[in-house]
């Protein structure tokens, strides 16, 4: 059997790595993308040896124009921390692709405005009613030149106690001259992470959230839930996550 593939599947990242989170001998498959020398592994892993997310990666397996192979960049997986967030406290969403990721974005801000940024909107529900209070702007924040993607957005004002977040497909938009590209330079397909129009997993054609669909890394914790309102409506929200006035 083959140490390694040329297909998008976590099954043809090298197979000494750990899969669903777990360290394999070198580091973790989550952590493994393809660029133009091969397979590689993110910088400032712990398998990596320094903490130095700017490192150059190093490569695992040497497999000439990989990226192109692949075609384009796929996101496969989402995660986030859990929590209960303030009004105006900030909230990260990170997307693991499987190739490094360019993205050219005016530089993130906490005031909302999204002129020239990638990002994509997620809704913040009251519980009484599960409708949307204020849409939040989840804007680039960091990893370019990485697989792994931080979008970053902020509790918006009109949060409620008790309040939760989420949204029907998580569409990104590339506002102005915001662009995303991966290692091969080709223009990646705007993503939708959820939804009858998803277009993430290997084959550019699946859900990345969901009630059913783990968070990077786990095996245990899905990333959304269908979630009703103590009086009346229902929507998609992010498992664990809650907002507070203050």
Do not use: C
């Amino acid at each position: 059997m083959a140490l390694w593939g040329k297909s998008t599947t976590v099954e043809s990242r090298p197979k000494w790595l750990g899969g669903d989170g777990a360290q394999g001998a070198s580091g973790a498959k989550e952590d493994a993308f393809a660029n133009t020398a091969g397979w590689a592994l993110r910088a400032g892993t712990a398998a990596s040896g320094n903490d130095n997310t700017s490192a150059q990666v190093e490569l695992l397996a040497a497999v000439s124009g990989l990226s192109t192979t692949l075609g384009v960049a796929n996101v496969l997986s989402v995660d986030f921390t859990a929590g209960e967030y303030a009004r105006t406290e900030t909230f990260d969403m990170v997307m693991t692709f499987d190739e490094a990721i360019t993205v050219v974005s005016a530089a993130w801000s906490a005031d909302q405005v999204i002129t020239n940024k990638l990002h994509f909107i997620v809704g913040n529900y009251g519980p009484t009613d599960m409708a949307d209070d204020g849409s939040m702007y989840m804007q680039y924040y960091a990893g370019s030149g990485t697989n792994k993607i931080t979008f970053r957005g902020t509790i918006p004002g009109t949060a409620v106690a008790n309040g939760l977040i989420g949204d029907a497909d998580y569409a990104f938009v590339a506002n102005g001259t915001a662009t995303i590209k991966d290692a091969a330079a080709v223009a990646v397909t705007l993503p939708v992470l959820a939804g009858g129009s998803a277009t993430g997993g290997p084959g550019r054609d699946a859900e990345v959230m969901g009630n059913a669909i783990y968070k990077t890394g786990s095996t245990s914790v899905f990333t959304e839930e269908t979630t009703a309102g103590s009086s009346s409506g229902s929507a998609q929200t992010l498992v664990g996550v809650t907002t507070a006035v203050s």
